[in-house]
């Protein structure tokens, strides 16, 4: 049974990983941080796993964890782990040929709408399926998205805000 | 303005962000996940007294249970389990050393000083009265020299010997402490950088 439970962890880790790394890292623009939150929500999901194997969109659920995840046990392990090495300086968006422009204004939004952008547009779930991920109705999805997008159009440059209201 | 002509921008470059982000693979392998969420059980159940970190002026105090008394202490790699406590050198060269039971800290000194760590260790309510504080000695920077651990590989103090400054050492201080279920045995730690003496770090 335990040996059952770890194989389909294992095949939903292998599977789903890169996705969720993609998502959470246009989220937060930084690929260390990005792999310490995803690694730290897949140990979130392993240790529940009885629950999440059972979600109808089980990376949403690592997701939405990766990105609540704060400054974690395994953000502290890393650091004091990696004290001799010296080399843990976060990427930046630039770095990772990110549209910094964009990812700047996607950071400063709060959580609930980086949730909603998150779900919705990256990993592509209808609204009714992320209400019930976010345990919220899917009105206030909606009202969440829009805000978002006024935000999202008021804080991008003027170039980018362009193709934006087109 | 149109917000489907916006979202459908919005999405468009989320996915090209996305998507040129490219393939990616787990840096970590599930087992590795596995292990480290059941080491993370493990912990809770053995370590319930674990109540935080006060950080003080020169140093901070965490409470952790002492599970089991043993043996004596052992460098590099640890002899027992159950030690008192362990001095266990990791990989970048830092020292961690994790605490159990408040016994023979003139072991621990020894022990430390013997891998290179200027220190001085007290147990119990015994005064450090001739360690003075270093200057600018203080914590929470990611080039901390000493830092108190409460998670890996177990609660107890992590020192990089290379991050002291010139002329300094560490100053541990081990205290018992209340623990928050009655009856078990609760240790507080206190850690500063120093300035290394004779009569306090032994150089």
Not at chain 2, 158 to 186: E, K, M, Y
Request: aromatic share 4%.
């Amino acid at each position: 049974m335990e040996e059952e439970g770890q194989r389909e962890f294992a095949e939903f880790y292998a599977a789903t990983w890169g996705d969720c790394l993609r998502i959470v890292m246009v989220s937060v623009a930084d690929r260390p941080l990005a792999e310490d939150l995803v690694a730290e929500a897949f140990t979130k999901a392993w240790a529940s796993w009885q629950k999440v194997r059972g979600l109808a969109e089980p990376r949403a659920w690592v997701i939405r964890a990766a990105m609540n995840a704060r400054v974690s046990w395994w953000r502290r392990h890393r650091r004091e782990v990696t004290l001799g090495s010296q080399n843990t300086t976060a990427a930046t968006s630039q770095d990772l040929a990110l549209d910094s422009s964009l990812v700047a204004a996607l950071r400063r939004l709060p959580v609930r709408q980086r949730e909603v952008i998150a779900l919705r547009l990256l990993l592509g779930l209808d609204t009714g399926t992320t209400a019930e991920v976010l345990g919220i109705s899917a009105s206030t999805v909606t009202t969440h998205l829009h805000r978002a997008i006024r935000a999202l159009r008021r804080d991008i440059p003027a170039r980018d805000d362009q193709e934006l209201t087109q | 303005m149109n917000n489907d002509h916006a979202l459908t921008a919005l999405k468009d470059r989320l996915a090209d962000i996305r998507d040129s982000l490219g393939d990616a693979h787990p840096s970590i392998p599930a087992s590795e996940i596995i292990a480290r969420a059941r080491r993370r059980r493990v912990r809770r159940r053995l370590v319930p007294g674990l109540t935080g970190v006060l950080a003080l002026a020169a140093g901070a105090t965490v409470a952790v249970t002492a599970p089991l008394p043993a043996s004596h202490p052992a460098s590099h790699r640890p002899r027992a389990q159950l030690a008192a406590w362990t001095v266990v050198q990791q990989p970048g060269g830092i020292i961690h050393v994790t605490i159990r039971e408040l016994r023979d800290p003139a072991g621990l000194q020894a022990a430390l000083r013997a891998d290179g760590v200027p220190a001085s260790v007290s147990f119990g309510n015994g005064q450090q009265t001739a360690c003075r504080p270093y200057p600018g000695g203080g914590f929470m920077t990611s080039a901390n020299p000493v830092l108190i651990s409460t998670v890996f590989p177990g609660p107890g103090v992590n020192i990089r010997p290379s991050a002291l400054p010139s002329g300094t050492g560490v100053l541990l201080a081990f205290l018992q402490r209340s623990h928050p279920q009655p009856g078990r045995p609760g240790i507080g730690i206190e850690v500063a950088v120093v300035q290394a003496s004779q009569q306090c770090t032994g150089n």
